[in-house]
């Protein structure tokens, strides 16, 4: 018996990640308020009703998906732990893990940026939970631009610098053809470091 729980409760966990993974992909390119519950179900080939036997509301979806996207600068906190004495190896290495994240999950990037526009003018809940999760990763930054050197204006280097990285991916998409990601990187290198 157990054992057909494990079975149901992974499928459930599997089904429930199809879902988020749809409505992140969908708010990155629609935004939340262009998004329907049809559109997910359309987009992972599920009927609506088994899109709400999962989640009651798309408000629920969009909480667990910014939830989710919290998670998505993990890999830079683990870098960030690590010790950093050297502005240009920080600034590299950074552009590394961008660049794997916009290869295996462009849509994290994109989507957290679509979703901080699209709320951004309404202070409620969601904007909070969006900024909360840039924090993790401007707070990070921060300290360790600090230990490489302590200046009044790190907390707004760090800002600007996630702006410019999910900059950097939306353009990108909007390249397509004219200029690939590795070659807008190489310019953001150019502009964010004497020897890019």
């Known amino acids: 018996m157990s054992d057909h729980i494990n079975k149901k409760a992974a499928k459930t966990i599997a089904t429930?990640?199809?879902?988020?993974?749809?409505a992140t992909?969908?708010?990155?390119?629609?935004?939340?308020?262009?998004?329907?519950?049809?559109?997910?179900?359309?987009?992972?080939?599920?009927?609506?009703?088994?899109?709400?036997?999962?989640?009651?509301?798309?408000?629920?979806?969009?909480?667990?998906?910014?939830?989710?996207?919290?998670?998505?600068?993990?890999?830079?906190?683990?870098f960030f732990d690590q010790a950093h004495i050297d502005y240009t190896q920080t600034i590299?290495?950074?552009?590394?893990?961008?660049?794997?994240?916009?290869?295996?999950?462009?849509?994290?990037?994109?989507a957290l940026a679509s979703l901080a526009a699209e709320f951004s003018g309404i202070r409620g809940p969601v904007i909070v939970k969006i900024q909360a999760a840039y924090d993790v990763f401007v707070d990070a930054f921060e300290k360790t631009l600090?230990?490489?050197?302590?200046?009044?204006?790190?907390?707004?280097?760090?800002?600007?610098?996630?702006?410019?990285?999910?900059?950097?991916?939306l353009q990108a998409l909007v390249r397509d053809g004219e200029m690939d990601i590795e070659q807008l990187v190489a310019g953001f290198l150019c502009l964010v470091m004497d020897d890019g």
């Open 16 to 22: 429930r990640k199809r879902i988020l993974d749809a």
């Open 25 to 78: 992909y969908l708010f990155a390119r629609l935004g939340y308020r262009k998004t329907t519950i049809q559109d997910i179900d359309y987009h992972i080939a599920m009927t609506t009703g088994a899109v709400f036997h999962h989640y009651n509301s798309k408000t629920d979806i969009l909480e667990e998906v910014v939830e989710e996207l919290n998670h998505s600068f993990d890999q830079y906190i683990e």
């Open 92 to 110: 590299h290495g950074m552009m590394n893990i961008f660049m794997d994240r916009f290869h295996n999950h462009p849509d994290t990037i994109i």
């Open 146 to 169: 600090d230990k490489i050197e302590p200046k009044k204006s790190n907390r707004a280097v760090a800002i600007c610098f996630i702006s410019g990285l999910q900059g950097i991916a």
